[in-house]
């Protein structure tokens, strides 16, 4: 999810640029919802080609490039000879390289290349948690994973954990024990198309999420996850109508025939071309058109529950109609969030205007969802 992305700093105009190397990966997760995988990649000269018209437009200052997969790092060769070329030139706009990786092809001339270019080339890493965890997820791949080598060259960098059915139960362990590593964790996503309403699962993440919590409260030093760490102040303020990310307007996902789509969710990797077709005559700066009225009017965690339009299609066939399947999830996301919201405000003496909001948001959502 890219929502973290598009916040504009002192108006520099910012724009996300995914450029899908390959459709192959060299794993199989159980959650990927990357189906339609097949044997293409993208030339190099298309690459350069695409990259250029961003960095020379006026119509941006900051443009991140994200090489996207499948597994990125399977194209190498394109990567290295983009980038070198990319570092050669002048450009009228500032850019970083990015890319998200399952690690394991992060080995021998990569890594070498990488460590050189660390300070330019910035990689993210997958892992779900222990040993255990990982290998369920993530076709037992947690042996061929240098992850101190992802800690050593990017120490700020965050690293993105996915929930399956399969680990729902060590959601505590897998937390901990990335942490125990060093490292700090933006996503925790549950992976789609699992049916979460399910009592099962909600009395598991419940009981995961409060030994979470008094973990946090135990190590105030360490950041606590989105999970539990919901802006909830924004639940007390006044509702908008708001787009939750910039797919299709400031950003832009290339698939490996060169073709441009609105972010890495809507492309044929995921979607077939019928549907694709739909997606391509949406205009997607009528953010009101994106918005589910019934969530927006009826529902007290609207602004801080996230939302992506890929997978409102991908489960429900249409954008602005929300995955109802996690809204459980997200009240015992609430109450978690607001006990931890709660304790650090107990050992605050100056009250800003956003912890009073905090205060009030703690307050609903103990009256509505912890009954
Ligand atoms: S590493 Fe990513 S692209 Fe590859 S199978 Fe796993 S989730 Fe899918
Ligand atoms: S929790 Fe459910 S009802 Fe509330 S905003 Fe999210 S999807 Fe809509
Ligand atoms: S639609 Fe989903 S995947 Fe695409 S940019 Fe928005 S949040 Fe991310």
């Known amino acids: 999810m890219h929502d973290q992305i598009f916040v504009s700093l002192m108006n520099i105009r910012k724009f996300h640029l995914s450029i899908v190397l390959t459709n192959q990966c060299n794993l199989n997760c159980v959650y990927c919802y990357e189906c339609h995988k097949k044997r293409q990649h993208i030339q190099p000269e298309r690459v350069k080609t695409i990259i250029s018209e961003y960095l020379n437009s006026s119509h941006y200052d900051e443009v991140e490039i994200d090489f996207f997969g499948g597994e990125p790092f399977l194209e190498f060769q394109t990567i290295k000879e983009t980038c070198e070329w990319v570092w050669s030139q002048r450009w009228?706009?500032?850019?970083?390289?990015?890319?998200?990786?399952?690690?394991?092809?992060?080995?021998?001339?990569?890594?070498?290349?990488?460590?050189?270019?660390?300070?330019?080339f910035w990689v993210s890493l997958s892992l779900d948690g222990t040993r255990e965890s990982h290998n369920k997820n993530r076709s037992n791949s947690f042996d061929k994973i240098d992850i101190p080598f992802f800690k050593e060259c990017w120490p700020e960098q965050t690293v993105k954990m996915t929930?399956?059915?399969?680990?729902?139960?060590?959601?505590?362990?897998?937390?901990?024990?990335?942490?125990?590593?060093?490292?700090?964790?933006?996503?925790?996503?549950?992976?789609?198309?699992?049916?979460?309403?399910?009592?099962?699962?909600?009395?598991?993440?419940?009981?995961?999420?409060?030994?979470?919590?008094?973990?946090?409260?135990?190590?105030?030093?360490i950041k606590p996850v989105p999970l539990i760490n919901m802006a909830i102040h924004k639940c007390a303020e006044d509702k908008s109508i708001h787009k939750w990310c910039g797919c299709g307007e400031h950003m832009a996902a290339y698939e490996t025939d060169g073709k441009k789509y609105p972010c890495t969710f809507f492309t044929p990797m995921t979607f077939d071309k019928q549907t694709l077709n739909s997606v391509l005559r949406l205009d997607f700066t009528k953010h009101a058109d994106f918005v589910d009225n019934d969530c927006l009017n009826n529902c007290y965690l609207e602004p801080v529950c996230n939302c992506c339009y890929g997978a409102n299609l991908l489960t429900n066939g249409i954008v602005n109609k929300r995955d109802r399947s996690k809204c459980e999830l997200m009240k015992v996301r609430a109450v978690y969030s607001a006990a931890l919201k709660a304790h650090k405000l107990l050992n605050n003496t100056l009250v800003t205007p956003e912890d009073k909001l905090t205060i009030q948001a703690i307050n609903k959502i103990n009256e509505i969802y912890n009954s």
Do not use: M
């Open 163 to 221: 929930i399956s059915k399969e680990t729902i139960e060590c959601i505590y362990d897998n937390i901990v024990y990335i942490h125990s590593l060093g490292f700090n964790i933006t996503g925790t996503n549950f992976a789609e198309g699992i049916d979460w309403e399910n009592e099962k699962y909600i009395g598991v993440v419940a009981s995961q999420l409060e030994k979470l919590c008094l973990y946090y409260i135990d190590n105030p030093s």
């Open 92 to 120: 009228k706009n500032k850019y970083i390289f990015f890319a998200t990786t399952n690690g394991v092809l992060v080995q021998g001339d990569i890594k070498e290349w990488l460590r050189q270019h660390k300070k330019y």
